[in-house]
């Protein structure tokens, strides 16, 4: 195939492509089978592949995503980002709609209503009708660079449709549908990964993933709301004129609107739009926690001006959480991977916020306490932001006269051991951390998670088949694993190991022996002593011997380590059981000294600040080759700053503060040359 033709073939693929996935994201028709359209996939990748000169950043096989952010680059806002001003009340909608009428004294004009998205803002920049940038909200000056993120959202229109704007901005909300977020939340369970807490985590935790293509496996969509003009772009007499035509405009150019916009002109019109909606938003597909009200005729935005954070031609009315009252069928507990047992409420089934709720946390006993629950009681329910309901309190008017008093249990409901509480905490645990099951699942869990020894083969479910073969009964034995033991096991389960498997799992353990000391005594799960905690003892101490070998009061002198820490570590180490451990760890060639990785003394007594992107480090690379040649990276400029690494697309006033406080300005090439001289 000459150039010309692969030319005009590309050109047809990708008209074809794009209106094919149109319809089937905008419209939800599929106008040929999934076999053809991945054909035509197929065959403008290999096309791509053949002539790259063909291949257009708005191609869209872009769509699948492939550029790997290491990280994002920061962008200043062409327009600054506003938020709104929103309140929960009525009466301050009246306030509004009140004052705006009086402030445009006279002159007609109307509203629009719509609903308010609980997504992630993000500000999509078009040039000649294509994307070029897409940048999350940050501060509303400067945000993060998400581009290749966002090219894999389907309902992006990567080439606009019809007629446009040649340059403008498409504000919206990326959102998580309900649907594909319960999906995505269960296989994240069933793979041993923490669920997102709900859809808006969701969505803004997909957006920042380092690949692209990972992004693209998340069913995100783009929901339009604002169309930004640059100054001085002549709308008079035209559809663009008024927000609600710049929506309609927006949806004719390909990108996704809501069909619920309405034009209002009357408090009572804005009034109904609400009630509607808090009742409505239920069944909608995504969520929603309330809704904005907009001038409408842009002429008058810049006659009634913003405020220092929000327009005054625009407000949100938030929705208060829903809530339900419903039965206590029993309470029940349950054993946390540290062994804090926590109440949960057993409920009669209730539907509250697009879900049926059947249980909620009682959160520890004071809680319970300070409710004085009874059995038979009612109680009310709250769905928020969160997927998780709460409970608010009880419902008196229901309540049972002579209705027994529900007391918290004094005994581990897995393994009978009474239960301890720590003074000044409101929790209650079970102190049998080596004989009770969820305890120590839980902390095998721990010790293989990522931030541990990243042993990333063995999820939950693997674990738990491992113990009940009695191969795996505490965080040692791990490492006596022999692969024949392995293979075969959980026949018939999903997490059944083949030969592959079983391969894959022993060179994880086996990378594991390099993880440095302060992760491996992350790992340990000692009691209160988190991944910071575990990093300053181990760089207090340097070695694991002279760590189990200090005092409690020793231990309290490290720094961010209190005396309930510190004891905790003493009482970690005094146990023969734990010792054992440590020491068969130790035998497996687990480290258990800090190793320094001064690399040399360059940079010593520099402080140097690091801004911008660079060619051939990240900024954490870079950060960390400053460490290892004895010099120290901070965050912002002053009197004591050597030097400022300059990289591409700085910000302007780190520049302009590194001019006036005289401090010499470094190229990432005379910086290499610094170090390696
Ligand atoms: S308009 C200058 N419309 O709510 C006006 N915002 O606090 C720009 N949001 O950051 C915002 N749905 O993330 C607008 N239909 C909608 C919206 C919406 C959700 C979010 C947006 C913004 C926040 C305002």
Known sequence: MTIEEAHVRVAELTELIDRYNYEYYMNDRSLVSDYEFDALLRELVELEGTFPQLASPTSPTRRVGGEVNKSFQQVRHRFPMLSLGNTYSIAEIEDFEARTRKLLDGTPFSYTCELKYDGVAVGLTYRHGELVQAVTR??????????????????????????????????????????????????????????FANPRNAASGSLKLQDSRECA???????????????????????????????????????????????????????????????????????????????????????????????????????????????????????????????????????????????????????????????????????????????????????????????????????????????????????????CLPQRLGLLEHFVSRKAMDIDTLGTERLRLLYDAGLVRDVADLYDLQRHQL?????????????????????????????????VLFALGIR???????????????????????????????????????????????????????DRLRAAGLQMQVVEHRVSNRLEGMTIVVSGVFEHFSRDEIKASIEQHGGKAAGSISGKTTYLLAGAKMGPEKLRKAEKLGVPILSEEEYIRLIEN
Request: contains cysteine; hydrophobic residues 40%; aromatic residues 10%.
């Open 528 to 582: 209160y002593v988190g991944e910071v905690g575990a990093k300053k003892l181990a760089r207090y101490f340097g070695n694991i011997d002279s760590l189990m070998a200090a005092g409690s009061m020793e231990l309290a002198m490290v720094e961010d380590v209190g005396d309930v820490t510190a004891m905790a570590v003493y009482d970690y180490f005094a146990s023969p059981a734990h010792r054992a451990v440590v």
């Open 217 to 435: 496996k998340r069913r995100l969509l783009f929901c339009a709301y604002f169309m930004m003009l640059p100054d001085g772009t002549p709308t008079d007499g035209t559809p663009l004129a008024t927000h609600y035509g710049r929506l309609q405009a927006a949806e004719k150019m390909g990108f996704k609107v809501q069909p619920y916009v309405k034009e209002c002109r009357t408090i009572d019109d804005i009034r109904f739009f609400i009630d509607f909606w808090d009742k409505e938003r239920w069944n909608l597909p995504y969520g929603i926690d309330g809704v904005v009200i907009k001038v409408n005729q842009t002429a008058l935005w810049d006659r009634l001006g913003t405020t220092a954070k929000s327009p005054r031609w625009a407000i949100a009315y938030k929705f208060k959480a829903e809530q339900v009252s419903t039965k206590l069928e029993g309470v029940s507990y349950q054993v946390g991977r540290t062994g804090i047992v926590t109440p949960v409420a057993n409920l009669q089934a209730v539907w509250l916020g697009g879900t049926t709720v059947r249980r909620a946390t009682l959160n520890n006993a004071d809680f319970m306490a300070r409710l004085d629950l009874r059995e038979g009681d009612s109680l009310l329910v709250e769905k928020g932001g969160e997927i998780i309901p709460k409970i608010v309190g009880v419902d008196l008017a229901q309540r049972l006269p002579g209705a027994k008093p529900i007391v918290y249990t004094t005994v581990c409901p897995e393994c009978g051991t009474p239960l301890v509480r720590a003074e000044g905490e409101a929790g209650y645990y079970c102190p049998n951390q080596d004989g």
């Open 487 to 519: 293979v075969g096991l959980g026949a018939d389960t999903a997490a059944s190991i083949q030969e592959k498997g079983a391969d894959n799992i022993l060179r994880a353990i086996e990378a594991s022996k390099q993880v440095p000391f302060e992760r």
């Open 138 to 195: 940050g501060n509303g000056t400067v945000g993060d660079d998400i581009t290749a993120n966002v090219r894999t959202i389907r309902t992006v229109p990567l080439r606009l449709r019809g007629e446009w704007p040649d340059d403008f901005e498409m504000r919206g909300e990326v959102v998580y549908p309900f649907d594909a977020f319960e999906a995505m939340n269960s296989q994240r369970v069933a793979e041993g990964d923490e669920p």
